[in-house]
């Protein structure tokens, strides 16, 4: 991050030819950048809020013709002065009316400059900072709308609640410490404990939406992974609806990890074809397993394809299973056209070669990589948030503990810190009104 308040330049839009290009600058000054860049079309001077045809000039001469939106801080979205400056979407063009914004005094933002000026001035908190990223890195319609909620200060809203549940319970066991003979004002234990439960769970039920979120915002990742021939690369090739990957009766044919996106529904789903699992003399097939193993540690979800036969699953996808137990899975019987075949419960059971159970695995997919996840209720897509409200749970339960063993200052101090996650979510300051609300409530002339 720059100087505060200087004037920042940048293409709004993608690099590359288009109909037209938007380039914003900000800063208290922003109009005398401007004035060294474009002049109206015509003979009046601009004003604030209006938007102008404008020649767009450098020192060699006009080069473009545009709109012009000046806008005066601080009723923008950064706080500032702003302009945004629409013109020929041509490469060219832009760079030289941005060398030309340098030459007059701008710098170049920084990535997300705009927004966090915006931040700075109190336009927005750093939930919905956040989502204006989320708004545009959002791969579904759920991303959309979960963004779209946090933008207009619905997930601020929910922390504001636990912020004032966490300050209630705060000014309780301060008031144990200030007034410890008072009873008038004083909720029992027990009332003070269920509260802070009640927080807790609700800070960890929302933390819980993380992976739904960030699956709807940014898609998942799914890694179809098994032994040779299980059929893997066939229902790679079903699920995407097009063949993308090798199909072989020989063992071994999948070698790279082939990797495809595309939609379940409203999800956008990045499927990973990978070697098949087996002891090999190829080196080039067991960098492949290697390269497979790498990937699917990063996988949202693996589908785990045994190949569908009369008796249990054989050595090698022994081992596959105890190996992936701990990982987000799903388990795949593939092959079940085939004569006397037995699928073990709780197993998905397909046959790639006549496209059977193909839509429901889809739906299985999704159920799992969402995890019942309400897609109209709230849901947070920031690892930052998620950890954050883990810690807002655990302090919350800290105090609980502490209440009865430590007493109420080392119960209000775990809340403090509960408190202090919490605003860490928001980027805002408290401890201030811990004390108002303190005061408020039982400063009765004593
Ligand atoms: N009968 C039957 N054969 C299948 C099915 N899926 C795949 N196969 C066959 O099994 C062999 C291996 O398939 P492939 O998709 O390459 O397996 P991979 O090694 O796990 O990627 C090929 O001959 C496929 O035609 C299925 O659902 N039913
Ligand atoms: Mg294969």
Redesign the pocket.
């Known amino acids: 991050m720059g100087t505060r308040g200087d004037v920042v330049v940048a293409l709004s839009t993608p690099w590359g030819r288009a109909a037209l290009a938007v380039v914003r600058l900000t800063g208290p000054g922003c109009e005398a950048v401007v004035s060294q860049i474009a002049r109206p079309l015509s003979g009046a001077p601009w004003s604030y809020g209006r938007p102008r045809r404008v020649a767009l000039f450098d020192a060699d001469g006009v080069f473009d013709d545009g709109v012009l939106v000046l806008a005066k801080g601080p009723a923008t979205v950064t706080g500032e002065d702003t302009a945004e400056l629409g013109l020929h979407g041509n490469p060219r063009l832009v760079e030289r009316l941005i060398a030309a914004a340098l030459a007059g005094g701008a710098r170049l933002a920084d990535p997300g400059e705009f927004t966090r000026r915006g931040l700075l001035h109190g336009k927005l908190d750093l939930v919905a900072a956040e989502a204006v990223g989320q708004l545009i890195d959002a791969t579904s319609d759920d991303g959309v709308r979960l963004a779209r909620a946090a933008i207009d200060g619905a997930l601020t809203a929910d922390l504001t609640a636990l912020r004032e549940g966490l300050i209630d319970a705060a000014a309780e066991l301060e008031a144990r410490l200030d007034w410890p003979d008072d009873e008038l004002a004083l909720q029992g234990d027990a009332a003070v404990v269920a509260g802070l439960q009640a927080l807790a769970d609700r800070a960890r039920a929302l933390a819980a939406t993380y992976r739904a979120g960030r699956v709807w915002v940014h898609g998942a990742r799914v890694a179809l992974v ?10 790679f090739n079903a699920l995407l609806g097009t063949t993308r ?5 020989t ?1 071994g ?2 070698r790279d990890v082939v990797e495809a996106t595309t939609r379940f529904g409203d999800l956008s789903v990045t499927l990973l ?1 990978t070697a ?1 699992e087996r002891v090999t003399d190829d080196p080039i097939e067991a960098a492949g397993l290697a390269l497979a193993r790498e990937l699917i540690a990063d996988a949202d979800l693996l589908l785990v ?1 045994l190949r569908a036969r009369g008796a249990a699953p054989d050595a090698v996808e022994a081992e596959l299973l105890a190996r992936t137990a701990n990982a987000p899975r799903l388990i795949v019987c ?5 004569d006397g075949v037995v699928v073990p419960d709780g197993v998905l059971a ?5 496209g059977e159970g193909i839509e429901a695995l889809k739906h299985a997919v999704a159920n799992a990589l969402i995890g019942g996840v309400a897609a109209d209720g709230r849901a947070i897509a920031s690892l930052r948030q998620r950890d954050l409200l883990n810690t807002v749970a655990e302090q919350a339960e800290d105090a609980i503990s502490a209440l009865p063993i430590a007493g109420p200052a080392a119960a209000a101090e775990a809340v403090m810190d509960a408190l202090e996650a919490i605003d860490a979510i928001t980027g805002a300051t408290t401890r201030e009104d811990v004390l108002d609300a303190v005061f408020k409530r039982f400063c009765i002339g004593k």
């Open positions: 098994g032994a040779v021939n299980a059929g893997k690369s066939s229902l990957a090798i199909v072989h009766p063992p044919t999948t074809d098949g394809v593939n092959g079940v056209d085939r397909t046959s790639a070669l006549r």
